[in-house]
């Protein structure tokens, strides 16, 4: 299976139909997972340890962190679970929380350790684990820290089951919107200047200026050492209204798609215009929760329809074309 790992070209390709946008980190991401995978080829076959790299993933809420993860490793074929490092932080017991994510990897694997062994771990809100943030009655967010640290360098960890996982070879991409940062790094920004300029130049500015080094991430609140094992950043845009727009319609298992194969299971064609989606990806961009209104917003326009149409067997096709206006109700003979 990892023997031919996807080229990160083609793992682009897998995720542009799912994940709208973020170009950038869809790049990086791939190159990073692509990179890890054959690191693991080889080191099989000539027994050498490999350096990892795991990644850290900067955006705000809704924007798609999880999503292309979970995206990259079906693409890939290799179990993938998330977890909340702020969860960590609640517990009095960081270390089997930690074996309950990777119990959750082994069950994700059928079972199979040496799979799991080369599986995906994502964990997410590292930004609150902040050293400042130590709460009472509970692990500070600089423990955590350390106790992540270790799985993530590597190391045996005996579950409850009493199985062991060795955590070498598992990749680990951590997330978090790091509210904040931004201040941070235009304090340490070097090409400042600039970007007083509207050129052409805009998108390699901004790239430029995107760049988080590890010391605007330790004065944000982690440790040398944390930041040190994430070697490799990308950054998720905040989502415009057009990409929201776009979310609602392009992906292979867009909301709307989904709801146009409810519909037709009643023998009915359900219609929505495109301006619609754009009064609900405004709607969405006020709710500042990226794309995860976006469900909600799109369902509460639907269910009124979807509560008279099983009832009248007549109605052939549903038109939307406003959120502000009914919805056309168009009806035909009835089928025998
Ligand atoms: N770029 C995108 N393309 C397509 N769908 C998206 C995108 N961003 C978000 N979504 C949709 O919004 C949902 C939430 O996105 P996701 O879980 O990836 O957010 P996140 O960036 O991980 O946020 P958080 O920081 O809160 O964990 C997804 O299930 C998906 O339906
Ligand atoms: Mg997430």
């Known amino acids: 299976m990892l023997a031919k790992v996807p080229k990160p070209s083609v793992l682009v390709k897998f995720l542009d139909q799912y994940v709208i946008g973020q170009n950038d980190a869809k790049k990086t991401l791939a190159v990073a997972v692509y990179s890890h995978f054959k690191k693991l080829a080889r080191a099989r076959e000539d027994s050498a340890p490999i350096a990892k790299s795991n990644v850290l993933l900067i955006g705000p ?3 798609g962190k999880t999503l292309t993860c979970e995206t990259l490793s079906r693409a890939i074929g290799v179990p993938f679970v998330t977890a909340e490092a702020t969860s960590l932080a609640q517990t ?3 270390n089997e929380e930690i074996d309950a994510i990777l119990q959750r990897l082994v069950e994700k694997a059928g079972g199979n350790v040496s799979v799991a062994q080369n599986g995906i771990v994502f964990i997410d809100e590292i930004d609150k684990l902040k050293s400042t943030d130590s709460q009472p009655r509970s692990v500070s967010g600089e423990s955590v820290q350390h ?5 993530m360098e590597g190391s045996m960890v005996r579950l409850g089951s009493g199985q062991y996982v ?3 070879n598992i990749l680990f991409i951590c997330g978090g919107a790091f509210v904040g940062l931004d201040r941070i790094m235009s304090q340490t920004q070097t090409y400042g200047f600039i970007s007083t300029s509207k050129d052409d130049n805009q998108t ?3 790239r430029l200026n995107a760049r988080v080094k590890p010391t605007d991430l330790f004065t944000f609140g982690l440790i040398p050492e944390f930041t040190g094992r994430l070697p490799i950043t990308a950054r998720f845009q905040e989502l415009s209204k057009e990409m929201l727009a776009r979310i609602m319609t392009e992906p292979r298992n867009s909301i709307y798609a989904q709801f146009r194969d409810i519909f037709r299971t009643e023998g009915v064609e359900l219609e929505v215009e495109p301006q619609v989606f754009g009064q609900l990806a405004e709607v969405a961009l006020e709710y500042k929760t990226g794309a995860r209104s976006l ?3 799109f369902e509460e326009l639907i269910t009124p329809v979807l509560f008279v149409v099983p009832d009248q067997p007549d109605i052939r096709k549903v038109v939307i074309t406003s959120l502000f206006t ?3 109700l168009i009806r035909g003979e009835t089928e025998v």
């Open 61 to 63: 809420t809704g924007t």
């Open 147 to 151: 106790a992540l640290l270790k799985i």
């Open 92 to 94: 009095r017991y960081v």
């Open 326 to 328: 009914e919805p056309t």
């Open 295 to 297: 469900r909600g917003l």
């Open 204 to 206: 390699i500015l901004e």
């Open 166 to 168: 060795d955590t070498t």
